[in-house]
């Protein structure tokens, strides 16, 4: 069983940057892949970009990819995002996710979620 706490959500002007925590509880935390997903309001969620336990693979969807950087620290129990450059369009509840060995861009593969945390970017 793992738990997760998701933190540092907020209200940033466009070109800005926040840094997203994840905090997890649960033995099994250190050997899962931790994903970041998103859902806007009226959209499906959405990959954002995924570590393997080790910390040594990652995986960005498009839209972020040089903008977004995912990091993790296993002796902290933590998985951060680092978000710069923030659009509009980056507007969503954003969730980290865990469970699963392998790193995935698919919310299927993933058993635990934390509740979200808020990021509005205005324009």
């Known amino acids: 069983q793992v738990q997760l706490v998701e933190s540092g959500g907020g209200l940033v002007q466009a070109g800005g940057s926040l840094r997203l925590s994840c905090a997890a509880s649960?033995?099994?935390?250190?050997?899962?892949?931790v994903g970041w997903f998103r859902q806007a309001p009226g959209k499906e969620r959405e990959f954002v970009a995924a570590?393997?336990?080790?910390?040594?693979?990652?995986h960005y969807a498009d839209s972020v990819k040089g903008r977004f950087t995912i990091s993790r620290d296993n002796a902290k129990n933590t998985v951060s995002l680092q978000m710069s450059s923030l659009k509009p369009e980056d507007t969503a509840v954003y969730y980290c996710?865990?469970?699963?060995?392998?790193?995935?861009?698919?919310?299927?593969?993933?058993?635990?979620w934390g509740q979200g945390t808020q990021v509005t970017v205005s324009s």
């Open positions: 570590i393997i336990w080790s910390g040594d693979m990652t």
């Open positions: 649960g033995r099994t935390f250190t050997s899962s892949a």
């Open positions: 996710a865990a469970g699963r060995t392998y790193v995935s861009r698919s919310p299927l593969s993933y058993d635990y």
